[in-house]
């Protein structure tokens, strides 16, 4: 919401909370995209408010676009929109070759796995957080005679780390995991993930969707050779965006399975080369104003800090398990023990999350549910069947917590 209140002033007045804030969220306010909302938006994970700057410079370019052509408009920007590669990849500590610019998470994960070419006899291991859509492309692949094997979790509902161990001891074709799911605010210990994954010599693709703009990622450090996130969450940026990482020596073994013009040259009659860049996996045709949105949004993310946006979310995440649990009848938190993101889930006894979610919205919160079928590997083992998410970006602050306190014990 639009208060004066910032989230420093707040979090000083209650010695119990942890970690600093060093988000000053009225700057961040003033500087959204979406003036004048008298909603509290808590669903950053869904897709965030972006900075009037991000959408200013989305306009713009439509507006050149409408005004001197489309090509034009491109060729214009193109230094701007080259850049976009380079500010992604600074992101996440990969140059700027590595990066594929595309429409979303899925189509980046799509295109990373078809090009592995798995085939009947091939095993993949996967992460019980593994999102509902690349699940059902794993699930199609096993129609196919891929094995999938899918990792326990501990009974907390964590990795089990000597699961995953385990797994990997058996040759496998790809690891897929994710850092932050779509169901609960868990982190996954990807360090520790890749560890294992270079150990065994298995490539490992992570789905950082929920991840990149909310915390660190470092795909050196966690020693993942494919990456996948999306523009519109964390990040901030237009829906639509999104982008594929592919290290030097993963794109060697990846052919994509239907080579585009921007990704291939085509030399003589019966055959072409492939770009030697991760821009082999990316489509000619694309929305240049969104990605120029992309562009301003990864540069302002770098500039707000990863740490400082990382402390505030999980900060404002912790506070609401903890006034939830005090304060509203009922209710049962659903992340795991120890999850340190800015989402947060739960449900209320006796009531379906659909109906919460509602409460929520006409008091003016708007949160989302996250069924089980979106989630169904990690949550229908703890047997949950919908959760209320709501999750937070650097321009919540404390008066959205009160709102969600007061209109569920209301
Ligand atoms: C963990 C996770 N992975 C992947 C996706 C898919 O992202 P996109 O909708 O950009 O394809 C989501 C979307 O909610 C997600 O939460």
């Known amino acids: 919401m639009q208060s004066k209140r910032s989230i420093q002033t707040a979090i000083e007045a209650d010695r119990s909370s942890p970690a600093s804030i060093s988000v000053e969220v009225e700057r961040a ?8 909302s008298a909603r509290h938006h808590l669903n950053a994970a869904g897709s965030a408010l972006p ?14 676009e409408a005004e001197i052509g489309g090509y034009e408009a491109s060729a214009a920007a193109r230094p701007r929109l080259e850049a976009v590669y380079a500010a992604a990849g600074d992101l996440i500590g990969a140059p700027a070759e590595d990066i594929a610019l595309v429409e979303s998470a899925t ?15 091939d095993r993949v291991v996967a992460t019980r957080t593994t999102y509902v859509s ?6 199609e692949l096993e129609r196919s005679g891929v094995d999938i094997d899918v990792v326990a979790d501990d009974p907390d509902g964590r990795l089990d780390l000597d699961a995953l161990e385990a797994a990997l001891d058996v040759p496998a074709a790809l690891l897929a995991a994710t850092h932050v799911p779509t169901a609960s605010g868990r982190v996954e210990p ?41 523009g519109r969450k964390f990040l901030r940026a237009p829906r639509g965006t999104g982008f594929l990482y592919v290290s030097q020596e993963m794109l060697d073994r990846l052919r994509p399975s239907a080579p585009d013009v921007r990704g291939a040259l085509w030399s003589s009659e019966h055959d072409f080369e492939l770009a030697e860049t ?19 949004a990864l540069v302002e993310a770098k500039e707000t800090g990863i740490e400082a946006i990382s402390a505030h979310v999980s900060t404002l995440s912790a506070r609401l398990r903890a006034r939830l649990s005090e304060e509203v009848a009922g209710v049962r938190i659903a992340d795991p023990p120890g999850s ?9 006894e006796g009531e379906d999350p659909q109906r919460t979610q509602e ?47 007061e209109t569920l014990r209301g």
């Open 29 to 36: 306010r003033t500087a959204l995209g979406s003036k004048g």
């Open 51 to 64: 900075t009037s700057t991000t959408l200013r410079a989305v306009i713009d370019h439509l507006v050149l």
């Open 107 to 121: 189509v980046g994960w799509r295109r990373a796995v078809d090009a592995m070419r798995l085939a009947a006899g």
């Open 134 to 139: 690349s699940a059902l492309q794993l699930l």
């Open 190 to 230: 990807v360090v520790e993930i890749g560890a294992l994954a270079d150990a065994a010599g298995v490539p490992f693709l992570l789905d950082a969707t929920q991840s990149v703009g909310q915390l660190p990622v470092d795909v050196g450090e966690i020693r993942c050779d494919a990456l996948v996130t999306t």
């Open 278 to 296: 991760a821009r082999r996996f990316e489509t000619w045709e694309a929305a240049h104003a969104l990605r120029l949105g992309l562009g301003v």
């Open 340 to 348: 340190a993101s800015g989402i947060v889930t739960f449900v209320i």
């Open 359 to 405: 409460r929520l919205a006409e008091g003016g919160c708007d949160t989302v549910v996250v069924p089980a079928s979106h989630g169904l590997w990690e949550m229908q083992p703890r047997g949950l069947s919908g959760v209320v998410r709501a999750s937070f970006h650097v321009y919540n602050g404390e008066d959205d917590i009160d709102a969600v306190i």
